[in-house]
Nanobody, 123 residues
Framework: QVHLVESGGGLVQPGGSPRLSCAAS????????MGWFRQAPGMEREFVAS???????KYADFVKGRFTISRDNAKITAYLQMNSLKPEDTALYYC?????????????????WGQGTQVTVSS
């Protein structure tokens, strides 16, 4: 079993650059893919970004060039650096882990989920 805990959310002004962290525990982290999803009120959970076991990354079109996903296997932590935030980025952001080394963009490819961290972009 893998336990994921997100941190780093909060109230951010438009244009802000917070970094979300996802601390993992429970088993070997190195060969897992990690992902970030988000869910706004009344909306479906949507893919944001993923990083596979060798560092290959995927991004949703709406965050390309603004968000960067990374991982530190020694710290057993994944990150989502968010830049140039917009009000429409407001959502509950979830960290996820996949037993697949290179999962797709669907939530069904991910087996472990954190509780989420709220990011609210507002002036």
């Amino acid at each position: 079993q893998v336990h994921l805990v997100e941190s780093g959310g909060g109230l951010v002004q438009p244009g802000g650059s917070p970094r979300l962290s996802c601390a993992a525990s429970g088993r070997t982290f190195d060969d897992y893919a990690m992902g970030w999803f988000r869910q706004a009120p009344g909306m479906e959970r949507e893919f944001v970004a993923s990083i596979n076991w060798i560092g290959g990354t995927k991004y949703a079109d709406f965050v390309k060039g603004r968000f960067t996903i990374s991982r530190d296997n020694a710290k057993i932590t994944a990150y989502l650096q968010m830049n140039s935030l917009k009000p429409e980025d407001t959502a509950l952001y979830y960290c996820s882990g996949s037993r697949f080394r290179t999962p797709g963009r669907g939530a069904s490819d991910y087996h472990y989920w954190g509780q989420g961290t709220q990011v609210t972009v507002s002036s």
